[in-house]
């Protein structure tokens, strides 16, 4: 039987792809954001879950570990470094962890947040909306200096579980 | 002849707590929790963190593995909580995994 170690290895390395995917899709026009968020969602998810894994936690196959965990992690990553602007980067990767998390069909937040990087949804006007064409919360939180340093982080923490 | 100083998991996980308590300000109080092998070189420094900007989901433990660069040279576990979770904890309405404990409050070494 795996140990636990090599099953939360596993999880990163899939996550390592996903990233990876997520950053050769960068700078392709051609490409629609829904379809470039939805390897950033599954490579965070996919990362919380290698740290569940090799703490031994019963992986279940729900997509709501992003939001609490993902900060917890990045957090780690800045321990012994000398990062002045630490807290803020960790307050922007909170909320950016809570909207990644919501790209996921299945977290809809109460049914308030339908909006997700794969189906298309009718809002509460009766409004046919499409992952196409919507305008995603965690793009825009991604341009920011903190965002860059979150996506850093994000690629390192899952590199040192590979 | 120069020595090289065993690791010292007490100071370790004082050390861990203070840089969380730095980074993340909503962060009241780090507990250690004890394990039935705590004396094992491989097990992991754990931490029970109380944190007012979580969302309560039960004992999750994270595990990290060692970063001697920056003088963790044990494994580590994090487990966060709410407070509400940590008074349940404290009723035992909520189970710590079997063989752990609630050990002693670490708090932050630079803070008043």
Not at chain 2, 30 to 56: C, D, F, H, Q, S
Request: net charge neutral.
């Amino acid at each position: 039987m795996a140990s636990l170690l090599e099953l939360g290895r596993a999880f990163a390395r899939q996550a390592k792809a996903d990233l990876d995917t997520w950053d050769f899709l960068q700078g392709r026009k051609e490409v629609p954001a829904c379809h470039k968020l939805l390897f950033l969602q599954m490579a965070c998810e996919k990362l919380v879950k290698a740290h569940l894994a090799q703490a031994g936690q019963d992986i279940k196959p729900v997509h709501t570990y992003t939001a609490k965990h993902l900060e917890t992690i990045l957090r780690h990553r800045l321990v012994g470094r000398s990062v002045p602007n630490g807290r803020a980067i960790l307050r922007h990767a909170k909320h950016l962890s809570q909207e990644i998390e919501l790209l996921a069909p299945a977290v809809k937040r109460g049914g308030q947040r339908p909006d997700n990087c794969e189906y298309p949804w009718e809002d509460s006007m009766g409004t046919i909306h499409t992952p196409l064409e919507w305008s995603f919360v965690p793009s825009g939180l991604l341009l920011a200096p903190a965002g860059r340093t979150v996506l850093k982080l994000l690629r390192e923490s899952i590199e040192s579980l590979v | 002849m120069s020595t090289i100083a065993a690791p010292n998991k007490d100071l370790e996980a004082q050390r861990l707590a203070d840089a969380h308590y730095q980074l993340e300000e909503n962060i009241t109080a780090i507990y250690r929790l004890n394990g039935v092998a705590e004396t094992l070189p491989n097990e992991p420094i754990k931490l029970l963190e109380v944190n007012t900007n979580t969302v309560p989901s039960g004992i999750v433990p994270l595990r990290f593995d060692p970063a001697p660069s920056i003088g963790i040279s044990f494994p580590s576990t994090i487990v966060e909580v709410t407070p509400g979770e940590f008074q349940q904890i404290g009723r035992g309405e909520l189970k710590l995994p079997d063989g752990w404990t609630l050990g002693g409050l670490l708090p932050p070494s630079n803070r008043g």
